[in-house]
């Protein structure tokens, strides 16, 4: 099962729009995954297989967990392509 975390400054504002699109696209696609919200200064990103965050937020973090960067939190499409190629590396 794939576990990834979305993460915005307070937990509660766009890493929530992430979380919804990121659950969206795991469903579109069929993949068993969960999803969960955090803010910034409590995630522990080294607990999930991605991270899905903002462009600014990913430079604040320090972990091996693949990070999938946002500049745009309304293109759902581009968070699409980054969520299936950490699938297709999963199971490479």
Do not use: W
Request: glycine share 6%; net charge negative; proline share 2%.
């Amino acid at each position: 099962m794939l576990k990834l975390v979305t993460v915005c400054g307070a937990g509660v504002g766009s890493s929530v729009m992430e979380k919804m699109f990121a659950e969206e696209i795991l469903a579109d696609h069929h993949i068993d995954g969960t999803v969960e919200a955090a803010d910034i200064s409590s995630v522990a990103p080294d607990l999930y297989d991605g991270v899905i965050t903002t462009s600014d937020f990913a430079s604040l973090l320090h972990t091996t967990t693949p990070i999938i960067r946002l500049d745009n939190l309304l293109d759902k499409d581009a968070m699409e392509k980054q969520i299936m190629a950490l699938v297709k590396g999963a199971q490479a």
